[in-house]
């Protein structure tokens, strides 16, 4: 009777430990299993704001293309308002339960901030890194960052050394030497600009400076601005005085005083731009003078085929899930820079 009792027991402590042992592997393998739900719900989820970021892009370079192609890539006002403040086609689009926007940065001038736009900028109203004169980049840098005489020429040099192989103007401190001794070192590149986010290389550029100058310049295009979507702050960098790029930009406006809207003022020719804007608004001489100037040294022009933009997924707490930048080339048909964060 007792070795029955203990063969009962026996069995039931066996039983007991077996029943705990697969409970702990069942623990085990749904862990298992719910990590992997988990991780496979992320990649998809990630998988779709990919996606989506690619739709928005994809948008923008249709759109632009068939604008280019209506147009017969001839900007008009029409045209100029589609690509660049076209809410319409660019805001709050629903790709299945997700909304994108494409956007570009730039600068508003009548309230004097920086302001975000539906639609893309256009990169060759903006000064050119790779063409520009080291008096242009100054005058810019002054302009956009507000610094002084000495300061300015600094940068603009330090600018201007990187992409110029053997006319560094300054030694020691904007020279290689300078690169070759931070705690990791590296070489100055002595080429053009390929990416403009090359800028956070040059010494006294920081993030800061960085996000400031980038609504105005650039490094694609031949170096001409075009005076259709060009900034007061790019056209006073080329060499106008304060009044008269402001008088450019209301004349370029319209009667709304918005630009990029349907009223604008677009300019066929470069050398008939003093002559138009004369007509409506008063222009001295010196003023006149200015503007013939800039069509002298052939730093006018009146399109573009390059435009930039951001393509964002918006997440529902209305902040981002994903930006994705590219600079497309009309005139190449392909994608010239892509990043994303």
């Known amino acids: 009777m007792l070795a029955l009792r203990r063969r009962k027991a026996f069995i039931l402590i066996s039983a007991l430990w077996t029943l705990a042992f697969l409970t702990t592997l069942a623990v085990t393998l749904l862990a298992g299993i719910r990590q992997k739900i988990i991780l496979f719900k992320r990649l998809e989820e990630r998988s779709r704001v990919q996606l989506a970021a690619e739709a928005g892009a994809k948008k923008a370079i249709a759109v632009l293309l068939d604008d280019l192609e209506n147009s017969q ?13 076209n809410p319409g086609e660019f805001a709050n689009i629903d790709i299945g339960d997700l909304k994108i926007e494409v956007v ?17 900028a256009d990169e060759q109203g903006k000064i050119n890194l790779n063409t520009a004169t080291r008096d242009v980049i100054r005058r810019l840098i ?10 300015a020429k600094g940068l603009a040099d330090a600018i201007a050394d990187w992409r110029d192989y053997g006319k560094h103007q300054a030694e020691g401190f904007f020279s290689d030497d300078y690169y070759k001794s931070l705690e990791y070192p590296y070489d100055m590149k002595d080429e053009p600009f390929e990416r403009i986010d090359e800028l956070l290389l040059i010494k006294g550029i920081d993030a800061r400076v960085y996000e400031s100058m980038l609504p105005f310049v650039t490094v694609y295009g031949d170096g ?5 979507s060009a900034s007061s702050k790019v056209l006073i960098a080329l060499g106008l005085d304060n009044a008269v790029a402001d008088k450019v930009i209301k ?5 709304d005083n918005v ?6 003022h677009i300019f066929a020719r470069t050398f008939d731009v003093a002559a138009e804007v004369a007509k409506g608004i008063k222009l001295e001489l010196n003023e ?6 800039l069509n002298e040294q052939n730093l006018l022009g009146t399109d573009s085929v390059i435009y930039s933009f951001t393509s964002r997924v918006i997440s529902p707490d209305g902040g981002f899930k994903k930006n994705l930048m590219c600079v497309f080339s009309a005139f190449e048909s392909r994608i010239i820079y892509w990043y994303e964060k």
């Open 104 to 120: 570009h940065e730039g600068w508003d001038e009548k309230t004097g901030v920086r302001a975000v736009s539906w639609g893309m």
């Open 288 to 293: 006149i003078k200015q503007i013939d100037l």
């Open 224 to 228: 001409r601005v075009n005076i259709n």
């Open 142 to 151: 002054v302009e956009v960052l507000g610094w002084g005489g000495v300061e």
């Open 73 to 85: 890539f001839v900007l008009t006002s029409k045209a100029k308002q589609r690509r660049m403040n």
């Open 251 to 255: 004349f370029r406006r319209g009667i």
């Open 259 to 264: 630009d990029a809207t349907g009223d604008d």
